[in-house]
């Protein structure tokens, strides 16, 4: 156990008022979890981008509408807001306040202190920003499209009548967190609107409140005394950065530690064979793909791409070095998401493959690079494709790299094939639609998008109106209809195979309840949890 960790564990067990047993065992009222947290840049929800800063944000601050942790199938759900109304052209949203919330430095929680948190969010124009700007806000109209008319009322005007359910999940991402006016102007830096301040410090009205962060070791979370909810059971919660699963799993034998949340397949097996020790699957977002550049002539023939899904072990894969934590998924939404598609229509066939390839332009297969990050499941992945590919006669080849050199060479359009990972930025289908499905200006002028379907050199304008027009569909039913199809076209023209969807294990004590990481829409919640 790192000393580190002992000090940090024994002194907020003291400023706590619990005695430390005999026996490693952590306090009743306090949890204390292992993970990997050292991408944590910011805790302001304007500018938080990463998983484990998400964590923190999700039980620091409340937003407009959120979701509940032991129901997240609802979907979205009131929270700041009690309830909202749509006008007849579809444009405006009008939020009206709940009573009772009040943020941890006692202030209470209007209307105003929405406008300033989501008017903040667009004038700040960090790496979330895009979340609100795709409904048209801009720095220059934030004061007429965003108002609080009164302390009880927050009216959102669009630029067009967008599906209401697309709004409000994007409401729901860490970017929508209502931050206090008050506090953070107090804390301005050359009209920064509390930003640096708000990097290391917390400002919200959620359960939990930040009372330290050293960076690369931990977070240390108290209760926000004046929590309008039901008081929590965990009254402080540690957050230790412990970048080795063996570590992980030694502390939570040993019960130093309540959760593990990174352990590998082999240390998921091993404590599953101890006393007072559970693994809690829960699936997640992060999709595991790998996709073809259409600037490779070989590579945009369709028989060619159809050889290359065939003669994928998805199965093989899923069950020796990812077992448990991946499960196939061959759609661009993640299951749980509105319109996810469950059709897995491609199995290992190294036959039918053959037969693809025999059939395209490309008989004899020629050399193919896959663009790879030096990470162990990625490197497991691109072996078994080098491998089963290798059987149709193609000279496969491995470029392997840091992430930050893969990136590159995917986003200048360099790969032949490049294998990744792609995970929501908001609990909405158009988080994924939007750009394994869009490509509105496929040339190189467009620039370094974000978008999948430009990256891979894939101009497709009629999908890309379908899916602009799922976005503003505001019958639920009909939206959903509307994925489907566009993932079943998807699965049989892009060149994208999609493989697996990520199950998180975790590892914790047998005593903890509710941990809920979240699941494919939004990020670990701690005040539900008891032990």
Not at 174 to 193: L, P, R, S
Not at 278 to 284: A, F, G, P, Q, S
Not at 424 to 431: A, G, K, L
Request: hydrophobic share 40%; net charge negative; aromatic share 8%.
């Amino acid at each position: 156990m790192k000393k580190s960790f002992v000090a940090a564990v024994v002194t907020a067990m003291l400023s706590a008022g619990v005695v430390a047993p005999v026996m490693a065992e952590t306090p009743p009222n306090m949890l204390v979890i292992a993970n990997r947290i050292d991408d944590i840049k910011t805790f302001d929800p304007a500018e938080s981008f990463e998983f484990a800063g998400a964590d923190v944000s999700r039980n620091v601050y409340n937003k407009l509408v959120n979701f509940d942790p032991l129901d997240l199938d609802a979907g979205y759900q009131p929270d700041l807001a009690e309830s909202w109304t749509i006008s007849d052209d579809g444009k405006t949203i009008t939020f009206t306040m709940a009573d009772g919330n009040v943020f941890a430095s006692g202030n209470p929680v209007t209307a105003k202190d929405a406008e300033f948190s989501l008017r903040r969010a667009v004038l700040l124009n960090k790496t979330p920003a895009f979340i609100l700007t795709q409904f048209g806000f801009t720095a220059e109209n934030v004061e007429q499209t965003i108002v609080a008319t009164d302390d009880k009322t927050l009216v959102l005007t669009l630029d067009k009548p967008y599906a209401v359910s697309f709004v409000l999940n994007c409401l729901t991402a860490t970017i929508g967190g209502i931050v206090d006016m008050k506090t953070a102007m107090a804390n301005e830096v050359d009209g920064d609107m509390g930003n640096g301040w708000l990097r290391t410090n917390t400002a919200g009205s959620g359960p939990y409140k930040v009372v330290s962060w050293k960076p690369n070791e931990s977070v240390l979370m108290d209760l926000n005394p004046n929590y309008s909810g039901e008081k929590p059971a965990m009254e402080r919660v540690i957050v230790q950065h412990i970048q080795e699963s063996a570590t992980q799993r030694l502390q939570l034998e040993r019960g130093d530690i309540d959760v593990a949340r990174n352990l590998s397949p082999e240390d998921v097996a091993g404590l599953e064979k101890v006393d007072g020790v559970k693994i809690v699957d829960e699936l997640r977002g992060r999709l595991m793909y790998f996709s073809a550049n259409q600037k490779n002539a070989m590579l945009s023939d369709p028989k060619v791409l159809e050889a290359l899904k065939l003669a994928t072990d998805y199965e093989g894969m899923s069950g020796s070095f990812l077992k448990g934590q991946y499960t196939v998924h061959q759609a661009f939404l993640p299951l749980t998401f509105l319109g996810a598609l469950e059709n897995k229509p491609y199995t290992y066939d190294i036959e039918a493959a053959k037969a693809a390839l025999a059939d395209s332009g490309f008989p004899e297969c020629g050399p193919i690079k896959i663009s790879v990050r030096d990470a162990q499941e990625r490197l497991d992945i691109a072996q078994s494709l080098q491998n089963t590919w290798g059987m149709l006669g193609c000279d496969i080849e491995l470029i392997v790299g840091t992430g930050a050199q893969t990136l590159d060479r995917y986003r200048a359009r360099e790969h032949d094939i490049y294998l990744g990972a792609w995970g929501p930025d908001y609990p909405d289908p158009n988080t994924n639609a939007g750009t394994f499905a869009f490509n509105p200006d496929n040339s190189d002028a467009a620039g370094a998008t974000g978008l999948l379907a430009w990256r891979n050199a894939w101009g497709i304008p009629e999908m890309s109106e379908q899916t602009l027009a799922a976005v503003v569909e505001n019958d639920t039913d009909k939206r959903r209809e509307m994925y489907l199809a566009l993932q079943a076209e998807h699965q049989k023209v892009s060149p994208f195979g999609v493989m697996f969807q990520q199950i998180e294990q975790n590892g914790m004590g047998a005593s903890v309840e509710n941990f809920v990481a979240g699941g494919a829409t939004t990020a670990v919640s701690y005040w539900v949890i008891t032990k």
